[in-house]
């Protein structure tokens, strides 16, 4: 009796860690998602980047002409 416990208990723990095993490797929809991550990232960036540019020549433009 003891032993069909302890074999029970083995192929659970065996099971779970195969499961544990499989989900190692990211799938198509997660190295897409993460794709998709990085270019939303990229282009908030640039959008950013030229936000802050606008900004400036604004601020020198209002400089120029006295503009408050």
Avoid: H, Q, Y
Avoid at 10 to 30: F, N
Avoid at 51 to 63: M, Q, Y
């Amino acid at each position: 009796m003891k032993t069909l416990e302890n074999f029970k208990l083995l192929s659970i723990s065996l099971l779970l860690v195969a499961a544990l095993a499989a989900c190692d490797k990211p799938g198509p929809a997660e190295t897409a998602g993460k794709k998709l991550d990085d270019a939303t990232n990229s282009a908030g960036m640039k959008i950013e980047e030229t936000v802050d540019k606008v900004g400036e020549k604004l601020s020198e433009k209002s400089d120029k002409a006295g503009v408050a």
